[in-house]
């Protein structure tokens, strides 16, 4: 994205109630929100009573050492502060009901906006389930889908690499800053994802892996996918977490049987008797999510409608998107060669960000597909 | 079974209808329906107009040589034919639209009316679908239910042995004659059966095995069973007709899953997506059936009230059901130590036929356990 919509000053301000404690993902969202920005919050801090002591001592006089990492960070090239204020954050994340305040971005985040599919799985998996993930990672790449995971041991991990292999893109949600690499043997593994794809986390750089982490890392990896997939889970893994959160905010779940024999197949009975998607092919996930991606786009335009200052793109109905103005000149720009984003910006003379919105409409209505690297074509 | 409501007479003439050509199971039930008995059809015979020429033709001019055999047959100890006219016919498998007009059976008939579990499957099963069925038919076995299945290659003759080595009793529904046996490397095992089970064909005896003859085998073996269990079956395999079948049949279906890269896990993965309960143990299968028996209690109590003539115990109300005078006499006679049917029928004074059937209410309702060998107990 060559666009960030988000000033240097406003980071900061961002990053400083980020890392003010005990100030929740909901309380900043509301915050900013009520007062236009979050410099605004910062220069209001000390009359807004809605703000604990705590939390207003952290916000008004921030540890020097910390902002100056802080500017450190997001100077870095391929860093990225998304906020909830902006265009760029992602609108199937958007609509969860504990979506993250911010995303901290090490690649580029174009990623974000592609239709995702999460494989998740247990850390210690079987070598079939290591091969399952290669083999799905691989056809979801392959057809140009962004395979989204958690960085682990095991399934993910097999995951994201095999996904990169195809020549696709992948995105990594951290439980640790995207400085912070967990496990430590993934850090070549990382490395790669930021490059071809995203290392994505709502902790602030520096954070250190803590238990409590991993579950809430989880909900962005369902948030962000249109579906999620689980190879080999056990009966307690977290693997069933990130499937019931994909669950409660209206994704699909998809799982792959095994023996009765294997302890890792069980977290995956578990949910296939709790309704997820018995899956022995890539093509049946690719086939469900072609399916609801009609129903998420009519959500996501209402959203879109509704949410997003400065758009201009505001509710085209399903059959008249073509009519809409912008969507026309969109349509007009795209072509059956793939087109980069800059690109289309070019041509269409629209904005990157209402772009990239639109770009996802028409791609979950099927009129448009999406390439690995951001390139986009008629479907 | 030692009372036999079908005399040999009447067990001859309705061997003249099952063998007559064109005559079909509806047709017959009807017939001996609209004139009391199979002798008074045929005595009627050439008078009734429903009756085809060809049908009639060989009713009333039976061919001397199978008549003589079908005695044979008849006379020859551990024989029996339960017409759909006999107490004894499965209440059950009366439930099904197509039941069968009359079984023949080689063995102890009284294992028709225990509680019974169909295990099915591929006759190319894998070494661990083979284990699988053993297992599977041991637990069914020792908790005091029959194991029902078809007598085929793989899982069937494997659920068969397993339930026999286990001490108990085993029921196959054949393709053909009873005194027939396909596969012929089955010989050793229908012996067996005939012992500690029984062997169960609506084909009269000699009757060769026809391609067309082991589907309609299939919905005897679902028709008999509270629930049909699939271990391994490949997308085109007979067991899924089988499954469709219970289903229809309103019993339960059970699948057990198996990896996406078994061809013989297809069958089953396609039942669990069309509603069938992914299965990992044998208790989840108990467990499963001790619920549907209940509903299968109240509703059989009905049949058994509106259908069998000179059954006195009609329509207990499941609470009521120790109020009954006639089940209070059987309660009575029940025991904590397993007493066989002849001694609850010296006991009760009831008739026999009309005890299983109170057997089977009081089974399903959870209030009498079937021990094996035909032996009940309070539960």
Redesign the interface.
Known sequence: MTVDSTTADEALAWLALLRAPGLGAGAIRALVARHGSARSVLAQARRDPSIAAAARESVCAPDGATQAADQRWLEQPGNHLITFASEDYPALLRDIPSAPAALFVAGDPIHLWSAQIAIVGSRNATA?GLA?ARAFAKAFAQSGNVVTSGLAEGIDGAAHAAALDAGGATIAVLGTGTDVIYPRQHGDLAARIATNGALVSEFPPGTAGKPEHFPRRNRIIAGLSLGTLVIEAGLNSGSLITARLAAEQGREVFA??????SPL??GC?KL??DGA?????ADEVLGQLRGIGARLADHLRGRLGEGSAGAAHENPAPATAKRDPEYARLLAALDRTPVSLDELAERSRLPIPALSSMLLVLELEGVVSAANGGRYVLA
């Open positions: 079939s399952n792959l049987p095994g023996s009765i024999h197949a069980r009975h296939i008797r998607m018995l899956i022995e092919t």
